[in-house]
């Protein structure tokens, strides 16, 4: 029976690959959002309204391929590599399909833009650049499936060197195409666009290559008749993976509704804002690769029916997430100077106005750091045992019934500015956590 200690161990080496893949994944996004910034700023607000677009529609469809890592972790532990590519094949099928459907979307996007009150020539830039990048979205899926799928088989170093290199990538295809160097013409938005087609297009075939023809995964015959439907792994799929999309978007909406609230407030309000969360969001990617260890490790466990196995590996997960979070609550409250200044001109007179507001946010977030973590860790564990519709419910709950309100009503009646709306962020996210933990713990899922 192992020790204690070897969870941690093994934990900790399955979770440092999985926080520099999802860290990479963001500094994709940081390095479309400084290189639209140089280009212009009209440009610049244009595409951050449609990578908005583009994000909240890739979260609903990337639940399925979250789906798919419980499933070939369960698998795996029984040895049963029919399995786990009936799981991953059929991960890529509803993928595939959710990411066609979607197409016309982004093809008429601009009338939304409009409808929810943008600038004529914004929508048009906007959705521009959607009508070329949408046709990414295929291969954007297609990288969370495979990455799901290697990850649950131990592979996620793979991961991690194919995210650097996509992002390697679309650092060069940005440079190239937004302003026109190497004697290719300036395309702006357009340029960007085509950038993430590029990246990943790149990082769906390294991957595909990788998952069908690497050392070791020759024998899951991933690709073999692929065309072969699989009414039963795809049922499977399905039923586990659209409560996980549901979820995520329940909380990008959270955090989406409370930018719109800070608007209320004023711009420089709002600035700051921006400023915390994008700060806020880099910590957070390390709870992120931390609950996707927890799920593959927790399906290892469930496909075993190792009860104690889970629980060992459960408190690794929460040993290594609370660790992380003493860690940001000190960075937070002691250096929040030096974090909120790499994002402001030093010459911008509202510097020092948008430092005290975004110094206080940073205050809230340390606050609601513990909650958050055991809210995405207690996820984490929870899909690797399959349950995934109650917490569905349980986040609904806690970001819009509880969160929500919260932030609203501590916010504007009770007058506390946008430390209120953080402090609403803070009770919504420790509602969820305890719920979560709570079923997780006591619940029939965990310990049937």
Aim: aromatic share 12%; glycine share 10%; charged share 10%.
């Amino acid at each position: 029976m192992k020790r204690f200690s070897d969870h941690l161990r093994e934990t900790w080496a399955l979770s440092l690959p999985l926080v520099g893949s999802h860290l990479a994944q963001i500094s994709i996004g940081l390095t479309d959002t400084v290189m639209m910034g140089w280009y212009g700023v009209s440009e610049l607000a244009a595409v951050a309204l449609a990578s908005t677009f583009f994000v909240v529609i890739f979260l609903l469809g990337s639940g399925f391929a979250k789906a798919v890592m419980p499933l070939v972790a369960a698998a795996t532990s029984n040895g049963d590599a029919i399995q786990v590519r009936r799981a991953t094949r059929m991960g890529i099928w509803i993928s595939t399909l959710f990411a066609l459907l979607t197409l016309p979307f982004f093809w008429f996007s601009g009338p939304v833009f409009l409808f929810l009150g943008q600038e004529v020539q914004l929508s048009a830039n906007g959705q521009d650049y959607l009508r070329i990048t949408g046709w990414s979205m295929p291969a954007a899926l297609l990288v969370m499936v495979l990455g799901s799928h290697l990850s649950a088989l131990g592979r996620a170093r793979v991961l991690l060197w194919v995210t650097l290199a996509g992002a390697v990538v679309n650092a060069g295809v940005n440079w190239v195409f937004i302003f026109g160097n190497l004697g290719m013409p300036e395309l702006g938005v357009r340029g960007a666009a085509l950038a993430s087609i590029t990246t990943h297009g790149a990082m769906a075939l390294l991957l595909a290559l990788y998952a069908g023809f690497g050392r070791g995964m020759r024998g899951y015959a991933l690709f073999a008749r692929i065309w072969r439907a699989d009414p039963e792994a795809f049922t499977q799929v399905f039923r586990l993976g659209w409560p996980i999309g549901l979820t995520m978007l329940a909380e990008v909406g959270l955090f989406a509704a409370t930018s719109v609230m800070m608007g209320w407030i004023g711009e420089r309000e709002l600035a700051a804002h921006s400023i915390a969360l994008q700060i806020s969001s880099i910590t957070f990617m390390v709870h992120i690769g931390i609950s996707s260890a927890a799920t593959v490790r927790a399906g290892h466990a469930w496909g075993r029916r190792d009860t104690y196995a889970l629980r060992q590996g459960a408190f690794a997960c929460l040993f290594l997430s609370g660790v992380m979070v003493a860690l940001t609550i000190l960075a937070f409250l002691w250096l929040p100077g030096p974090m909120i200044r790499l994002f402001i001109d030093p010459r911008d007179p509202a510097l020092p106005q948008i430092l005290a507001i975004a110094t206080g946010l940073l205050a809230m977030a340390a606050l609601f750091q513990l909650a958050d973590a055991a809210q995405v860790v207690a996820l984490g564990l929870l899909r690797g045992v399959q349950d995934t519709r109650v917490p569905m419910i349980q986040a609904v709950l806690a970001y819009w019934v509880v969160g929500l309100p919260a932030a609203y009503i501590l916010g504007f009646p009770l007058g506390m500015a946008g430390q209120g709306i953080w402090l609403g962020l803070a009770i919504g996210l420790s509602f969820a956590g305890l719920m979560m933990m709570t079923r997780f713990w006591r619940g029939p899922a965990a310990f049937a």
